[in-house]
Structure formats: C-alpha cells, structure tokens
C-alpha cells in the first residue's frame, strides 16, 4: 500500500497513473501523484468557515480555527472527499446518492479518480453479477428506459416480460433493483458508457 504523497516533486510518468500523463492539468496538477490504485484514504478534516474545503492532517493549514475545523470521520458526503491540497482521498461515509455517484463513476471508468475509487469505495462496489433471467430482464428494462432504448423494451415485451413495482416506480437502480439486478446494471453502464 502506498502513503499520499504531497507533491514537493514534479510528476513524472513514473510516479503518476498513466490516465493522467495525457491530462493538460498534469504538470501543474497536486492531485495527479494521489491517483495510483494503492493510495490509501487517511482520516480528514473539513473547514468550514475560513477556507470552507477538505484537509488531510498533514496538508491542514496552521491557521485553521479549531471552532470550524472538524473530523470528517463521521459526515455523509454526496460524493467522495479527497484533500483539496494534495488530492489524498479521505476517510468518511457516502449518502445513498454518493454510493450511486461512485459506483456510476467507476462504471464508465472515467476522470482522474478511475484507478483509486475502485479500491477505497470498494465496499460499496457490488459484487459480480451471477446468471438470473428475471435480474437480466429488470436491469435491461431499467437501462433501456433511461437511456431511450426502446427496441429493447419491445424485446422485453415480446418476451412478456413484466417489470416489478419498485422498477416501475423508480429510476434508482439500488431502489429499483436487486443487488444482482444493480450489478448486471452497472455492468452495462461500463459496457455501454453513458450514465444518466
């Protein structure tokens, strides 16, 4: 496992991921030394007033007001936190929307964060989908309404398949669909890009 890096040297393409060497950001960029698979999250801090941005311990400004500076240990965050100094991902909780958020995002496999979310979020990552026909159908269904693939419900119906009530009320995958379906979702999602 890698400990971040403050960036006091420059980026190399020996000590960056390679996603990032073609980045017009990379030769100023903080960030790009704290993007590799085995960087670890440490715990942080979120200022609220002053500089109202997120710090790793050792990127912390000295003058940080301790009545607005306070462990992120236990906040729920929409989407992942990473220092705002030296791009380290810090250790805190994701609200439903950032579960969702994360797994989209590592579905398409895209951005600066395509090597290190896998591994730090992989708790909320799903498992591999296994063979159920009803799932296949369900997350078909779901990705094909939401993306405007309509032959593909009319396959569906063809096939008199019938979407459960949760997926006929929801658009959520991880409201509208099992854990395998939301599996075989997000496996389509990488295969065919584009979330919504």
């Known amino acids: 496992m890698m400990t971040h890096t403050i960036a006091q040297s420059p980026n190399t393409t020996a000590n960056t991921p390679a996603h990032c060497h073609d980045c017009q950001n990379f030769p100023t960029c903080n960030q ?12 942080g801090f979120v200022e609220t007033e002053k500089y109202v941005d997120y710090f790793c311990p050792d990127c912390l ?3 940080c007001p301790d009545e607005t500076t306070f462990p992120l240990d236990y906040e729920e965050t929409d989407s992942p936190c990473h220092c ?8 805190h909780s994701l609200t439903s929307d950032g579960v969702r958020y994360v797994r989209e995002a590592v579905a398409e496999g895209l951005g600066c964060c395509r090597e290190v979310w896998p591994s730090v979020w ?18 078909h269904y779901l990705y094909a309404r ?19 009530l949760s997926l006929t009320t929801s658009d959520v995958p991880e409201t509208a669909l099992s ?3 939301q599996a075989i979702y997000y496996r389509l999602l990488s295969r065919k890009g584009g979330a919504r």
């Open 32 to 43: 790009a030394q704290n993007m590799h698979a085995d960087t670890i999250a440490v715990p």
């Open 61 to 63: 400004p000295d003058d």
């Open 84 to 91: 705002s100094v030296c791009g380290v991902p810090l250790e």
């Open 122 to 139: 992989s708790d909320v990552l799903l498992p591999d989908p296994y063979f159920d026909r009803f799932d296949i159908c369900e997350a």
């Open 146 to 164: 939401l993306h405007g693939e309509y032959q593909t419900i009319a396959r569906l119906h063809q096939m008199e398949f019938t979407p459960g």
């Open 179 to 181: 854990e395998n379906g």
